[in-house]
């Protein structure tokens, strides 16, 4: 079945240090959703990516989409406490006419001060 | 801003035991998931379910499981007689509409501690 991995499973960085979380879907996708997790908290959506080679910016936040579809990330510049949580991205799956979401792995950003 | 409601925001039952994990989507929307994630692991789809109907479920759903939608704004998970392993955080979600661009909202979850 398809499946969404993300690298690294964990990160500590410093403050004001990057960030980088790599997701690569088993398939081709028609988009890639982003989503955050703060501890104790729920997925909170943040963006969405359709075009091939497609990116966005929020803020600090950069998101990617490959070219091929089948991959994404998410750089953060100059991290801050703020920005501790897990990391996922979620590609579409299809059924009977309805989308669910496989979910990546997630990629868990601890933020040391 | 509207959210999605769940409740309660902890259960703790007996191994064997049925419980309920009631959940309030956003008012219009019309696509609704139940998602768990056990502690530190990641997000899994249950199931999904539109027009009154469940539209996929995964393999963790199985006849132990249930989804109803009794009132036309409540949204339920029943989990028929509770394991060890059932116990994780509960995530309800919806979505607005028809195509897969649309974001999911969640609620804040249902810690669910089978004892």
């Known amino acids: 079945g398809q499946q969404v991995m993300q690298i690294p499973q964990y990160q500590h960085v410093q403050e004001g240090e990057d960030f980088t979380t790599y997701c690569n879907s088993s398939?081709?996708?028609?988009?890639i959703q982003w989503y955050k997790q703060r501890p104790g908290g729920h997925p909170v959506f943040l963006i969405q990516l359709v075009k091939s080679g497609e990116v966005k910016k929020q803020k600090r936040l950069t998101f990617q989409f490959g070219e091929a579809k089948k991959n994404s990330s998410l750089h953060i510049t100059a991290t801050q406490t703020t920005d501790v949580g897990t990391y996922f991205c979620?590609?579409?799956?299809?059924?009977?006419?309805?989308?669910?979401?496989?979910f990546g792995t997630g990629t868990r950003l601890k933020v040391l001060a | 801003e509207p959210e999605v409601t769940q409740t309660p925001s902890h259960q703790v039952t007996q191994m064997g035991q049925e419980v309920i994990l009631r959940c309030v989507p956003i008012?219009?929307?019309?696509?609704f998931y139940w998602y768990r994630q056990i502690l530190g692991q990641k997000v899994e789809f249950l199931v999904s379910?539109?027009?009154?109907?469940?539209?996929?479920k995964s393999e963790i759903f199985d006849d132990q499981f249930s989804v109803e939608r009794p009132d036309g704004s409540n949204f339920t998970l029943k989990i028929r007689s509770t394991k060890l392993e059932d116990s994780a955080m509960y995530f309800c979600?919806?979505?607005?509409?028809?195509?897969?661009?649309?974001?999911?909202?969640f609620g804040d979850g249902t810690r669910l501690s089978i004892l």
């Open positions: 979620a590609g579409p799956r299809i059924s009977r006419g309805t989308y669910k979401y496989i």
């Open positions: 979600a919806s979505r607005r509409q028809v195509g897969s661009n649309q974001p999911q909202h």
């Open positions: 398939t081709t996708l028609s988009n």
């Open positions: 008012s219009n929307h019309l696509y």
């Open positions: 379910f539109y027009n009154n109907e469940i539209s996929e």
